[in-house]
């Protein structure tokens, strides 16, 4: 499956702190033979992907559309469609399906759990079609139901 992050406040808080778990589940999603792309409205993200020692788990970066998601994917040279989108915003969620995580601002959270949140409605996903976590968004109607190919 093509899982998709985004990273200012999913991955990445406003003062370039990781969010927890980032680090291992990723790893468990490359494990399970899933292929994580990053993508950002603010750009290419490699230099962050890099600096948190991510890039060994990470397929691609590309740019994000911000708005008419899915019409601009070839536009923007996103070269696969997402069949999970991980995001703080709702829009791009409900667009093409996922989890609506809550804003990651300080690195000084610590608590937060969100991504292994994150694994667990991808693991519910890939096994029965669904999650029952509040913060899963289903595939829209439409969108197909597997799209793991170039567009």
Same mark, same amino acid.
């Given at each position: ?7 200012? =406040? ?5 003062? +370039? ?6 680090? @291992? $589940? ?10 994580? =792309?990053? #993508? ?26 911000? #708005?008419? =998601? $899915?019409?601009?994917? @070839? @536009? ?8 999970? $989108?991980?995001?703080? =915003? ?12 809550? @804003? ?11 991504? *292994? ?10 096994? +029965?079609?669904?999650? &029952?976590?509040? &913060? *899963? ?9 597997? &799209?793991?190919?170039?567009?």
């Amino acid at each position: 499956m093509n899982v998709f992050f985004d990273v200012d =406040y999913t991955i990445l808080s406003y003062d +370039n702190g990781i969010r927890p778990g980032t680090h @291992e $589940v990723f790893q468990r999603l490359v494990a399970d033979e899933h292929r994580i =792309y990053i #993508w950002s409205g603010q750009g290419l993200r490699w230099a962050e992907i890099n600096e948190h020692k991510l890039a060994g788990s990470v397929t691609d970066v590309f740019h994000k559309p911000t #708005w008419d =998601y $899915v019409a601009r994917l @070839e @536009e923007l040279g996103v070269e696969v469609v997402p069949d999970f $989108v991980v995001d703080d =915003y709702p829009g791009i969620v409900e667009a093409f399906g996922g989890f609506l995580v809550t @804003e990651f601002f300080r690195k000084r959270q610590v608590d937060d759990a969100e991504m *292994y949140a994150v694994y667990e409605a991808i693991c519910d996903h890939v096994k +029965n079609g669904t999650s &029952s976590h509040p &913060s *899963y968004r289903p595939r829209p109607r439409g969108l197909g139901v597997r &799209s793991a190919s170039r567009i």
